[in-house]
């Protein structure tokens, strides 16, 4: 496998597949999840789907991080010091980045001073998948993007496409960087994509994602889309929804309920 990588490589150098757009590669190996975890399973003919509800967030305040140490913890997510060696699958945004072709600059308080939680959005129309070379990355019938790693060359590709930068590259071996570690779930190796599953391995168990059952404010609600008796199509029914980037037409899974006269209250 690690000879098949080298290969590769050489043949995308020559071939200038658009590494141009990538930062160096510093290492190549792959491990991990087996692609019969793909499997569809108890959630065949689901299409999943989150709803992030940002006021009940904010209420809990800036600091409140349970939802992200919950899927980071059930994951085996390093804690990596370097900001540029940074693995991470649930993490904060200000409203510009999240939503840049909404911010401008008389944007309302509490969208300018909030955090915005963001994850990878699961897209209908994902471009990382249409760019991976070995099929790492793929999209199964419920909606959920997923990453094989023993297929990922660590080429990078996938990171380059994502227009929300949600995958995280390993540099470097996160093992030791392992806070505690899930032996339920598999770690990475040095040289491997990765990113949110949606929790596709608690989803098989009949559970909800980590960072849903680890929200103590109620602000992450995750369920089917094509039930149309659904919380999450209720909310959507309900409630003003934003999505990231839809210009992209990448038709992102997670959409976020955005109280329009939330300004008026002191920035909540």
Known sequence: MRTGRRS??????????????????????????????????????????????????????KGCRDCILACHRTHNVPEIPDPEEEV????????????????????AEHLRDNPFLVLCNHCENPPCVRVCPTKATFKR??????????????CRYCMAACPYGARSFNFRDPRPYLRELNPAFPTREKGVVEKCNFCAE???EGLLPACVEGCPAKALVFGDLDDPGSEVRRILAGSYT??????????PKVYYVINPGAGNSGGR
Do not use: N
């Open 8 to 61: 590769f490589l050489k043949i995308g150098a020559v071939g200038g597949l658009g590494l141009v757009l990538l930062p160096a590669v510093k290492g190549f190996a792959g491990s991990g999840e087996p692609r019969d975890s793909a499997r569809a399973g108890s959630t065949a003919g689901r299409k999943w789907a989150m709803v992030v509800d940002m006021q009940k967030c904010w209420e809990r305040g």
């Open 242 to 251: 934003i999505v990231r980037k839809p210009e992209l037409g990448t038709r």
């Open 88 to 107: 991470k699958w649930v993490w904060t945004e200000r409203f510009e980045h999240a939503f840049p072709e909404q911010a401008h600059e008389y944007l």
């Open 141 to 154: 019938d419920d909606g959920l993007v997923m990453m094989d790693y023993h297929r990922c060359l660590g």
């Open 202 to 204: 608690r989803l098989e």
